[in-house]
Protein backbone atom coordinates (compact mmCIF):
# COMPACT_ATOMS: atom_id res chain seq x y z
CA UNK A 1 0.00 0.00 0.00
CA UNK A 2 1.12 3.76 -0.58
CA UNK A 3 1.46 5.72 2.60
CA UNK A 4 -1.72 6.97 3.90
CA UNK A 5 -1.86 10.56 5.38
CA UNK A 6 -1.00 11.75 8.34
CA UNK A 7 -4.90 12.04 10.43
CA UNK A 8 -4.53 14.81 13.05
CA UNK A 9 -8.28 13.95 14.43
CA UNK A 10 -11.84 13.80 13.49
CA UNK A 11 -12.80 17.30 12.65
CA UNK A 12 -16.33 17.97 11.69
CA UNK A 13 -19.22 16.39 10.16
CA UNK A 14 -22.71 17.73 8.47
CA UNK A 15 -25.96 16.56 8.73
CA UNK A 16 -28.79 16.61 6.48
CA UNK A 17 -31.72 17.84 9.31
CA UNK A 18 -35.72 18.48 8.34
CA UNK A 19 -36.50 20.88 10.25
CA UNK A 20 -33.02 23.86 10.42
CA UNK A 21 -35.02 25.46 12.85
CA UNK A 22 -35.53 22.80 15.05
CA UNK A 23 -31.91 21.66 14.83
CA UNK A 24 -30.59 24.99 15.17
CA UNK A 25 -32.41 25.63 18.45
CA UNK A 26 -31.30 21.81 20.13
CA UNK A 27 -27.81 22.58 18.94
CA UNK A 28 -27.36 26.34 19.86
CA UNK A 29 -29.86 26.87 22.28
CA UNK A 30 -29.70 23.59 24.34
CA UNK A 31 -26.14 22.27 23.55
CA UNK A 32 -24.98 25.59 22.93
CA UNK A 33 -22.89 25.46 19.81
CA UNK A 34 -20.98 28.48 18.38
CA UNK A 35 -22.35 29.84 15.13
CA UNK A 36 -19.56 30.38 12.48
CA UNK A 37 -22.09 30.86 10.01
CA UNK A 38 -25.91 30.51 8.83
CA UNK A 39 -27.88 30.58 6.19
CA UNK A 40 -31.40 29.44 4.90
CA UNK A 41 -29.70 26.13 3.81
CA UNK A 42 -27.43 25.24 6.15
CA UNK A 43 -25.66 26.51 9.94
CA UNK A 44 -22.07 26.15 10.51
CA UNK A 45 -21.27 25.16 14.04
CA UNK A 46 -18.38 25.00 16.45
CA UNK A 47 -17.77 24.23 20.15
CA UNK A 48 -15.93 26.46 22.35
CA UNK A 49 -12.07 25.51 21.77
CA UNK A 50 -12.36 25.06 17.99
CA UNK A 51 -11.05 27.51 16.14
CA UNK A 52 -11.44 26.36 12.68
CA UNK A 53 -14.31 26.86 10.89
CA UNK A 54 -16.66 24.32 12.19
CA UNK A 55 -17.14 21.18 13.89
CA UNK A 56 -20.18 20.95 12.54
CA UNK A 57 -22.67 21.78 9.56
CA UNK A 58 -26.68 21.50 9.98
CA UNK A 59 -27.56 21.06 6.09
CA UNK A 60 -31.48 21.14 5.83
CA UNK A 61 -32.53 18.05 3.48
CA UNK A 62 -35.68 15.88 2.92
CA UNK A 63 -34.30 12.66 4.70
CA UNK A 64 -31.84 12.44 7.93
CA UNK A 65 -28.61 11.45 6.92
CA UNK A 66 -24.79 11.63 7.38
CA UNK A 67 -23.23 13.76 4.06
CA UNK A 68 -19.86 13.54 5.94
CA UNK A 69 -16.94 12.50 8.00
CA UNK A 70 -14.30 14.77 7.87
CA UNK A 71 -10.79 14.17 9.55
CA UNK A 72 -8.16 16.86 9.71
CA UNK A 73 -4.58 15.99 8.14
CA UNK A 74 -1.25 17.83 9.17
CA UNK A 75 0.10 19.34 6.28
CA UNK A 76 -1.51 20.34 2.61
CA UNK A 77 0.50 17.39 0.99
CA UNK A 78 -1.37 14.55 3.20
CA UNK A 79 -3.99 15.34 0.14
CA UNK A 80 -2.17 13.53 -2.44
CA UNK A 81 -1.38 11.05 0.24
CA UNK A 82 -4.62 10.08 0.73
CA UNK A 83 -5.75 10.81 -3.34
CA UNK A 84 -3.03 7.62 -3.40
CA UNK A 85 -4.03 5.67 -1.18
CA UNK A 86 -7.24 5.95 -1.64
CA UNK A 87 -7.35 4.92 -5.68
CA UNK A 88 -4.95 2.15 -4.54
CA UNK A 89 -7.87 0.70 -2.21
CA UNK A 90 -10.09 1.07 -5.45
CA UNK A 91 -12.51 3.05 -3.69
CA UNK A 92 -14.49 6.71 -5.64
CA UNK A 93 -12.13 9.61 -4.67
CA UNK A 94 -13.03 13.13 -5.29
CA UNK A 95 -10.87 16.00 -5.18
CA UNK A 96 -12.59 18.95 -3.73
CA UNK A 97 -11.68 22.64 -4.44
CA UNK A 98 -11.10 25.14 -1.34
CA UNK A 99 -14.59 26.68 -0.72
CA UNK A 100 -16.71 23.86 -1.62
CA UNK A 101 -17.69 23.32 1.78
CA UNK A 102 -17.73 26.82 3.56
CA UNK A 103 -14.65 27.35 5.94
CA UNK A 104 -12.87 24.28 4.64
CA UNK A 105 -9.77 24.31 2.01
CA UNK A 106 -9.08 22.01 -0.62
CA UNK A 107 -9.99 18.32 0.29
CA UNK A 108 -10.48 14.81 -0.85
CA UNK A 109 -13.58 13.15 -0.05
CA UNK A 110 -14.03 9.42 -0.81
CA UNK A 111 -16.85 6.59 -0.13
CA UNK A 112 -14.30 4.26 2.21
CA UNK A 113 -14.56 0.40 1.93
CA UNK A 114 -16.96 0.40 4.75
CA UNK A 115 -18.88 2.67 2.76
CA UNK A 116 -18.59 5.85 4.41
CA UNK A 117 -18.19 9.72 2.99
CA UNK A 118 -14.75 10.45 4.00
CA UNK A 119 -13.34 13.61 3.67
CA UNK A 120 -9.60 14.28 4.48
CA UNK A 121 -8.67 18.16 4.45
CA UNK A 122 -5.80 20.59 6.33
CA UNK A 123 -6.54 24.13 5.11
CA UNK A 124 -9.38 25.60 7.27
CA UNK A 125 -10.67 29.23 7.64
CA UNK A 126 -9.58 30.32 11.36
CA UNK A 127 -12.05 31.71 13.57
CA UNK A 128 -12.24 33.17 17.14
CA UNK A 129 -11.60 30.32 19.47
CA UNK A 130 -14.23 30.60 22.36
CA UNK A 131 -11.51 28.86 25.10
CA UNK A 132 -11.95 31.69 27.81
CA UNK A 133 -14.95 33.51 26.62
CA UNK A 134 -16.69 32.33 29.89
CA UNK A 135 -19.17 35.34 29.35
CA UNK A 136 -20.69 33.34 26.24
CA UNK A 137 -20.06 29.70 27.71
CA UNK A 138 -23.46 28.52 28.62
CA UNK A 139 -23.41 25.89 31.96
CA UNK A 140 -23.31 23.04 29.33
CA UNK A 141 -20.57 24.42 27.23
CA UNK A 142 -19.26 21.87 25.07
CA UNK A 143 -15.21 21.64 24.53
CA UNK A 144 -14.55 20.31 20.83
CA UNK A 145 -15.74 17.46 18.73
CA UNK A 146 -14.27 14.27 20.04
CA UNK A 147 -15.31 11.54 18.28
CA UNK A 148 -17.18 9.54 15.94
CA UNK A 149 -18.62 6.19 16.46
CA UNK A 150 -19.96 4.53 13.10
CA UNK A 151 -21.94 0.89 12.92
CA UNK A 152 -20.62 -1.21 10.67
CA UNK A 153 -20.63 -4.83 10.35
CA UNK A 154 -17.58 -6.21 10.28
CA UNK A 155 -15.63 -4.54 13.16
CA UNK A 156 -12.06 -7.00 12.54
CA UNK A 157 -12.39 -5.91 8.99
CA UNK A 158 -12.99 -2.35 10.13
CA UNK A 159 -10.46 -2.15 12.67
CA UNK A 160 -7.37 -3.42 9.76
CA UNK A 161 -9.01 -0.70 7.49
CA UNK A 162 -8.15 1.78 10.04
CA UNK A 163 -4.77 0.54 11.56
CA UNK A 164 -3.56 0.88 7.51
CA UNK A 165 -4.65 4.70 8.39
CA UNK A 166 -2.27 4.62 11.28
CA UNK A 167 -5.06 4.36 14.03
CA UNK A 168 -4.41 2.24 17.07
CA UNK A 169 -6.70 0.77 19.23
CA UNK A 170 -7.24 1.50 22.69
CA UNK A 171 -10.22 -0.67 23.93
CA UNK A 172 -12.26 -3.68 22.50
CA UNK A 173 -15.33 -5.78 23.47
CA UNK A 174 -15.31 -9.78 22.13
CA UNK A 175 -15.90 -13.13 23.41
CA UNK A 176 -14.23 -15.53 24.42
CA UNK A 177 -15.10 -17.36 21.08
CA UNK A 178 -13.10 -14.90 19.36
CA UNK A 179 -16.21 -12.54 18.25
CA UNK A 180 -15.51 -8.72 18.29
CA UNK A 181 -18.54 -6.29 19.36
CA UNK A 182 -16.82 -3.05 19.42
CA UNK A 183 -13.61 -1.14 19.24
CA UNK A 184 -12.08 2.01 19.91
CA UNK A 185 -9.34 3.82 17.48
CA UNK A 186 -7.40 7.21 18.18
CA UNK A 187 -4.62 9.55 16.21
CA UNK A 188 -5.24 12.66 18.92
CA UNK A 189 -4.21 10.80 22.49
CA UNK A 190 -7.20 10.18 23.85
CA UNK A 191 -9.22 7.17 24.10
CA UNK A 192 -10.86 7.17 20.11
CA UNK A 193 -11.31 9.47 17.29
CA UNK A 194 -13.48 6.79 16.04
CA UNK A 195 -16.00 3.99 17.80
CA UNK A 196 -16.76 0.84 15.56
CA UNK A 197 -19.31 -0.32 16.85
CA UNK A 198 -20.74 -4.29 15.17
CA UNK A 199 -24.21 -3.78 13.58
CA UNK A 200 -25.75 -3.37 10.13
CA UNK A 201 -23.80 -0.50 8.10
CA UNK A 202 -22.83 1.67 7.08
CA UNK A 203 -24.67 4.49 9.63
CA UNK A 204 -23.69 6.76 12.26
CA UNK A 205 -24.19 5.57 15.54
CA UNK A 206 -23.58 8.64 17.01
CA UNK A 207 -21.11 12.39 17.07
CA UNK A 208 -19.33 13.08 20.57
CA UNK A 209 -18.56 16.14 21.71
CA UNK A 210 -16.40 16.55 24.71
CA UNK A 211 -16.92 19.03 28.21
CA UNK A 212 -14.49 19.71 30.84
CA UNK A 213 -16.54 18.82 33.66
CA UNK A 214 -19.72 16.62 34.58
CA UNK A 215 -21.84 18.87 36.25
CA UNK A 216 -22.16 20.62 32.23
CA UNK A 217 -23.03 17.44 31.07
CA UNK A 218 -25.59 17.23 34.15
CA UNK A 219 -27.03 20.83 33.41
CA UNK A 220 -28.00 19.27 29.39
CA UNK A 221 -30.11 16.87 31.65
CA UNK A 222 -31.94 19.53 33.81
CA UNK A 223 -31.93 21.90 30.77
CA UNK A 224 -33.69 19.21 28.47
CA UNK A 225 -35.81 18.17 31.53
CA UNK A 226 -36.94 22.34 31.95
CA UNK A 227 -38.07 22.18 28.20
CA UNK A 228 -40.06 19.13 28.99
CA UNK A 229 -38.27 17.25 26.89
CA UNK A 230 -36.26 14.59 28.48
CA UNK A 231 -37.31 11.87 25.62
CA UNK A 232 -34.88 13.69 23.80
CA UNK A 233 -31.92 12.07 26.85
CA UNK A 234 -31.56 8.64 25.42
CA UNK A 235 -28.92 7.35 27.36
CA UNK A 236 -27.25 8.43 30.65
CA UNK A 237 -26.18 10.84 32.27
CA UNK A 238 -23.48 7.56 33.69
CA UNK A 239 -20.18 6.50 34.33
CA UNK A 240 -18.77 3.95 30.66
CA UNK A 241 -16.64 0.86 31.63
CA UNK A 242 -14.95 1.60 28.29
CA UNK A 243 -13.23 4.66 27.86
CA UNK A 244 -14.03 5.69 31.37
CA UNK A 245 -15.87 8.65 30.25
CA UNK A 246 -18.95 9.83 32.35
CA UNK A 247 -21.56 10.36 29.70
CA UNK A 248 -24.63 11.63 28.24
CA UNK A 249 -26.30 10.04 24.93
CA UNK A 250 -29.18 12.37 23.45
CA UNK A 251 -31.61 12.31 20.18
CA UNK A 252 -32.16 15.43 18.13
CA UNK A 253 -35.00 16.41 17.03
CA UNK A 254 -34.16 14.11 13.37
CA UNK A 255 -33.19 11.35 15.81
CA UNK A 256 -29.48 11.76 14.96
CA UNK A 257 -27.87 10.39 18.50
CA UNK A 258 -25.30 12.86 19.86
CA UNK A 259 -22.82 11.74 23.63
CA UNK A 260 -21.77 14.53 25.29
CA UNK A 261 -18.52 12.88 27.22
CA UNK A 262 -16.02 13.82 29.66
CA UNK A 263 -12.94 12.47 31.36
CA UNK A 264 -11.33 9.79 29.04
CA UNK A 265 -7.83 9.28 29.64
CA UNK A 266 -4.25 10.00 27.85
CA UNK A 267 -3.02 7.17 24.90
CA UNK A 268 0.08 9.35 23.56
CA UNK A 269 2.52 6.74 24.52
CA UNK A 270 3.30 4.20 22.36
CA UNK A 271 2.64 0.80 24.81
CA UNK A 272 -0.24 2.26 25.43
CA UNK A 273 -2.06 -0.93 27.09
CA UNK A 274 -5.19 -2.11 25.19
CA UNK A 275 -7.65 -2.93 27.10
CA UNK A 276 -10.25 -5.63 26.27
CA UNK A 277 -13.72 -6.53 27.88
CA UNK A 278 -15.95 -9.08 27.72
CA UNK A 279 -19.22 -9.45 25.97
CA UNK A 280 -21.01 -10.63 29.28
CA UNK A 281 -19.12 -7.72 32.06
CA UNK A 282 -22.24 -5.88 32.93
CA UNK A 283 -19.72 -2.82 33.71
CA UNK A 284 -18.57 -2.61 29.99
CA UNK A 285 -20.94 -0.30 28.54
CA UNK A 286 -22.07 1.25 31.99
CA UNK A 287 -19.74 1.14 35.05
CA UNK A 288 -22.09 1.23 37.04
CA UNK A 289 -23.64 -1.38 35.71
CA UNK A 290 -27.07 0.11 33.99
CA UNK A 291 -28.41 -1.72 31.54
CA UNK A 292 -27.98 0.22 27.84
CA UNK A 293 -31.37 0.84 26.21
CA UNK A 294 -32.24 -1.05 23.01
CA UNK A 295 -32.74 1.84 20.99
CA UNK A 296 -29.16 2.24 21.61
CA UNK A 297 -28.08 -0.92 19.87
CA UNK A 298 -30.71 -0.95 17.32
CA UNK A 299 -30.34 2.54 15.73
CA UNK A 300 -28.07 4.53 14.13
CA UNK A 301 -28.73 7.47 11.62
CA UNK A 302 -28.14 6.50 7.27
CA UNK A 303 -25.00 7.92 5.60
CA UNK A 304 -24.71 9.62 1.65
CA UNK A 305 -22.85 8.20 -1.07
CA UNK A 306 -20.98 11.12 -2.77
CA UNK A 307 -23.99 11.70 -4.95
CA UNK A 308 -25.89 12.56 -2.08
CA UNK A 309 -28.00 8.80 -2.14
CA UNK A 310 -28.60 6.98 1.17
CA UNK A 311 -25.67 3.78 1.24
CA UNK A 312 -27.79 0.73 1.18
CA UNK A 313 -26.92 -1.32 4.39
CA UNK A 314 -24.86 -4.64 4.77
CA UNK A 315 -26.32 -6.73 7.70
CA UNK A 316 -23.86 -8.06 10.21
CA UNK A 317 -22.97 -11.43 9.88
CA UNK A 318 -21.88 -12.25 13.01
CA UNK A 319 -23.69 -12.32 16.65
CA UNK A 320 -25.36 -9.03 17.98
CA UNK A 321 -23.72 -7.75 21.29
CA UNK A 322 -27.68 -6.82 22.00
CA UNK A 323 -28.50 -10.35 22.01
CA UNK A 324 -25.05 -12.13 23.47
CA UNK A 325 -24.57 -9.71 26.88
CA UNK A 326 -26.28 -12.64 28.85
CA UNK A 327 -23.92 -16.25 28.70
CA UNK A 328 -25.98 -19.27 27.55
CA UNK A 329 -25.55 -20.26 31.20
CA UNK A 330 -28.33 -17.06 32.15
CA UNK A 331 -26.02 -15.45 33.57
CA UNK A 332 -23.25 -12.48 32.71
CA UNK A 333 -20.89 -11.36 35.39
CA UNK A 334 -19.44 -8.37 37.79
CA UNK A 335 -15.73 -9.55 37.92
CA UNK A 336 -14.07 -9.71 41.33
CA UNK A 337 -15.90 -11.00 44.23
CA UNK A 338 -19.41 -10.96 43.36
CA UNK A 339 -18.98 -13.51 40.92
CA UNK A 340 -22.13 -14.14 38.41
CA UNK A 341 -25.25 -12.61 38.71
CA UNK A 342 -28.40 -13.40 37.34
CA UNK A 343 -28.25 -11.94 33.61
CA UNK A 344 -30.06 -8.96 32.55
CA UNK A 345 -29.82 -6.73 28.90
CA UNK A 346 -26.37 -4.64 29.36
O1 LIG B 1 -17.55 6.89 23.33
C1 LIG B 1 -17.85 5.79 23.87
C2 LIG B 1 -17.14 5.25 24.95
C3 LIG B 1 -17.59 4.10 25.61
C4 LIG B 1 -18.79 3.49 25.21
S1 LIG B 1 -19.39 2.15 26.10
O2 LIG B 1 -20.86 2.20 26.04
O3 LIG B 1 -18.86 2.26 27.48
O4 LIG B 1 -18.86 0.93 25.48
C5 LIG B 1 -19.50 3.94 24.14
C6 LIG B 1 -18.96 5.01 23.26
O5 LIG B 1 -18.44 4.42 22.11
O6 LIG B 1 -19.98 5.94 22.91
FE1 LIG C 1 -19.07 7.60 22.07
Redo the contacts with the bound molecule.
Sequence with gaps: MTTPPDVLRCAYTELVVTDLAASRAFYVDVLGLLVTYEDSEAIYLRAFEEYLHHSLVLRRGPVPAVAVLAYRVRAEADLALAEAYYRELGVRVERRPAGATRGIGEAVRVQDPLGFPVEFFHHAEHTERFTQRYDVHGAGALSRLD?F?VTTPDVPAARAYYEGLGFRVSEDIRDNEGTVY?A?MFRKPTV?DV?LTGGDGPRLH?L?FATHERHQILHICDHLGALRRPEMIERGPGR????N?F?LYVRDPDGHRV?I?THDYYTGDPDNPVISWDVHDNQ???WWGNPVVPSWYAEASAVLDLDGNPQPLVARAEAREADVTIGADGFSYTAGEQGFKLGQQV
Design positions: HNAWHAHAHGVSAYEYRRD
